[in-house]
């Protein structure tokens, strides 16, 4: 997390941050639930496609902060070498208005978003069971 102080331009001051935690809850040994947590924290800054370039004099006068948090759950089952999962995730996108220099508002609270993903994921643990062939007959472990 960080805030970038310009002391001689205060209008290009900005927060700028992001962060993640994630976690592990072991029920029994071959089964686990998955925990996350992530947020970032940033401005729109000029230039940005979602700030309309000044016309006549008119300019966009602050730097409006985008906010996202997501939240993850999930578990883990595993068979032997076989492992399936099912997660989900929601994940939250926060747009501040942006102000024109002649007073009028940009509604970028309108490209707020809000989306919602699951989905299973299967993995099978193959470095164990490949195996080469020896030139003596035997077989070795990759």
Known sequence: MGYAD?????????????????????VTSDTQIDLGARYTL???????????????GVTVTNQPIIFSSGVTLG?????????????GTFD???????????GTIIDLAANNQRLWRDGPRGLRDLAKAQTVRRGDGGHAPL
Do not use: I, M, Y
């Not at 401005?43 to 700030?51: A, D, F, W, Y």
């Not at 068979?79 to 997660?87: G, T, V, W, Y």
């Not at 939250?92 to 002649?102: F, H, K, L």
């Open 92 to 102: 939250r996108t926060v747009n501040q208005n942006a102000t024109q220099s002649d």
């Open 75 to 87: 578990a883990t089952q595993r068979f032997n070498r076989l492992e399936l999962s099912l997660k």
């Open 6 to 26: 310009f002391l001689q331009v205060p209008k290009a001051n900005r927060p700028d941050g992001a962060g993640t935690l994630t976690g592990r809850v072991d």
């Open 42 to 56: 940033t401005t729109q800054r000029p230039g940005s496609p979602e700030l309309p370039a000044g016309t006549a």
